[in-house]
């Protein structure tokens, strides 16, 4: 292998990561382990690569191709499970403690001891920081009354409650509570 194909071979492998990373709307800290998984497979295929046949560059492309679209499925197929992207849980906060973080009419610092806060309410009260107010006015609606309460009382339609549930489920889902009892 020349200086000359590593070269073609680490600029289609970061090529074809920039692309995947923006088609697939990555974070872009995943941009180096996704050039590295098309880097090994690229590698592991080069024994295939026949000189005869073209050059180096079109060979690359078709591998980097056929590999990308397999990372684009498996990562599609995770967020049509999760109901979409999987956020971080830390993506939210920079830095702020979660106190100033979790809005407190969502009654969740009844809590003595933040210390003692199971993790499945770390992660309730950061999902909640990050819903908009009116989502978070139908959690709390939920937690309080049944559907057919709030339909009665004319604050929702029925259809508008299953709509916006559904929504917030896979909203729970993508924060790691995917469990029906979350909402």
Not at 18 to 24: E, T
Not at 57 to 68: D, E, H, L, Q
Request: aromatic share 4%.
């Amino acid at each position: 292998m020349t200086p000359e194909h590593l070269n073609i071979i680490l600029s289609e492998t970061l090529q074809g990561a920039h692309r995947l990373r923006r088609r697939l709307d990555l974070p872009p800290a995943d941009l180096d382990d996704v050039a590295q998984d098309l880097r090994l497979d690229l590698i592991r295929r080069l024994p295939k690569y026949d000189r005869s046949l073209g050059a180096l560059g079109p060979f690359a492309g078709t591998v980097i191709r056929n590999r990308s679209s397999r990372i684009a499925t498996r990562i599609r197929s995770a967020r049509r499970r999760t109901c979409g992207p999987i956020a971080s849980l830390d993506e939210g906060m920079r830095g702020a403690h979660l106190e100033a973080v979790v809005p407190e009419k969502a009654g969740l610092w009844a809590v003595p001891d933040l210390g003692e806060m199971s993790e499945r309410r770390l992660v309730v009260s950061s999902v909640l920081s990050h819903l908009d107010d009116e989502d978070l006015d139908l959690c709390i609606a939920l937690a309080s009354a049944s559907v057919t309460d709030l339909v009665r009382s004319g604050r929702y339609s029925r259809s508008t409650l299953y709509r916006r549930a559904a929504r917030l489920r896979c909203t729970f889902a993508a924060w790691g509570l995917s469990d029906r009892g979350a909402l």
